[in-house]
């Protein structure tokens, strides 16, 4: 017979984020990624300049465009708000990239997005469950 050793369980120390927090933040992301979509998919002078120095084409810019209107919106909907901050992180971390690399100029916006972002995804994953088709049994 061999014996089996007894399985270990950690405490996993949570951080506890007020809601009223992940709601404020959330409506900032939506105010930056919603009207930032709306100027890319626009055409504002400034967003057209930033992606052809940027230099990969503006159809860029409508795909961009795109994602952070439909990001920014799905943000709103709290069943679908961390996916949606995941998916937008990955957005971040590509403009920081362009920022750094491209542009070279500090990607500070890009950044401080991106934990504006990880906050909403820790808050939200950790209130509810982790995927908005699963629902809690009990």
Do not use: H
């Not at 404020?24 to 120095?53: E, N, P, Q, S, T």
């Not at 491209?102 to 991106?114: D, N, T, V, Y």
């Not at 982790?130 to 809690?136: F, G, I």
């Amino acid at each position: 017979m061999v014996a089996t050793p007894e399985r270990q369980t950690r405490s996993v120390r949570r951080i506890a984020i007020p809601p009223m927090v992940l709601l404020g933040l959330r409506f900032a992301m939506v105010a930056v990624f919603v009207g930032g979509g709306i100027m890319k998919l626009a055409g504002a002078d400034i967003m057209v300049r930033l992606f052809a120095d940027i230099g990969v084409g503006q159809w860029l810019r409508y795909v961009v465009g795109v994602m952070e209107l439909l990001g920014g919106t799905l943000l709103l909907v709290p069943a679908w708000s961390g996916l949606a901050a995941l998916g937008l992180i990955v957005m971040m971390i590509g403009a920081a990239m362009a920022e750094l690399l491209i542009i070279r100029r500090p990607p500070i916006a890009a950044a401080a997005c991106a934990v504006a972002l990880m906050i909403i995804a820790l808050g939200t994953f950790d209130e509810a469950a982790v995927v908005p088709w699963r629902r809690r049994r009990g």
